[in-house]
T-cell receptor, first 110, second 114 residues
Framework: EDQVTQSPEALRLQEGESSSLNCSYT??????LFWYRQDPGKGPEFLFT???AGEEKEKERLKATLTKKESFLHITAPKPEDSATYLC???????????FGTGTRLKVLA | EPEVTQTPSHQVTQMGQEVILRCVPI?????FYWYRQILGQKVEFLVS????????KSEIFDDQFSVERPDGSNFTLKIRSTKLEDSAMYFC????????????FGDGTRLSIL
């Protein structure tokens, strides 16, 4: 069964304290690994798409990487405004649907 | 930046009543989706829609659910006879293609069944 697992469930960082979020996936024929940010009461906001192992994408303080079994979202020198839930999703071959993980709730303290 | 809009933001309905959730996808997108998120749980796929027909649906999307694109801009999800367990956040999403463009999500409709 296709599955996406994220860790940790929650993470508290001091402003400027870099860290990484993990997304492990078991998907038949990965056709895309997606990172989203979700603020309370809002829908998922698209951040990155990764398609193949070794690929990396960057945006401001965020960098996403992909291996054959997992993806990491690296947050460098985070700020309080980076506080949110970060969701990982995968799309398998032959399907339209995204399979989501449960997310990592990030809190960055000033 | 173009966005997916959903109405209403919150819908309260008595159990057994019909409810219609509405979405306006991004204007040049061709693929449309509904997902739901029960409080504290994962975002779950319900259905995808392309070329005026359902392209894929999950086990959750049973006979009480239906989708429609009644005109060139709206995309709706109808729940015929709501149950308590239908209480959730419902997200609409759209994409320009399946293979190389991500799905963009609206801010959701919170559905509360009493």
């Amino acid at each position: 069964e296709d599955q996406v697992t994220q860790s940790p469930e929650a993470l508290r960082l001091q402003e400027g304290e870099s860290s990484s979020l993990n997304c492990s996936y078991t998907v038949s024929g990965l056709r895309g690994l997606f990172w989203y940010r979700q603020d309370p009461g809002k829908g998922p906001e698209f951040l990155f798409t990764l398609y193949s192992a070794g690929e990396e994408k960057e945006k401001e303080r965020l960098k996403a990487t992909l291996t054959k079994k997992e993806s990491f979202l690296h947050i460098t020198a985070p700020k309080p405004e980076d506080s949110a839930t970060y969701l990982c999703a995968a799309r398998a071959s032959g399907t339209y649907k995204y399979i989501f993980g449960t997310g990592t709730r990030l809190k960055v303290l000033a | 930046e173009p966005e997916v809009t959903q109405t209403p933001s919150h819908q309260v309905t008595q159990m057994g009543q019909e409810v219609i959730l509405r979405c306006v996808p991004i204007s040049n997108h061709l693929y449309f989706y509904w997902y739901r998120q029960i409080l504290g749980q994962k975002v779950e796929f319900l259905v995808s829609f392309y070329n005026n027909e359902i392209s894929e649906k999950s086990e959750i999307f049973d006979d009480q659910f239906s989708v429609e694109r009644p005109d060139g801009s709206n995309f709706t999800l109808k729940i015929r006879s709501t149950k308590l367990e239908d209480s959730a956040m419902y997200f609409c999403a759209s994409s320009g293609s399946v293979s190389n463009q991500p799905q963009h999500f609206g801010d959701g409709t919170r559905l509360s069944i009493l």
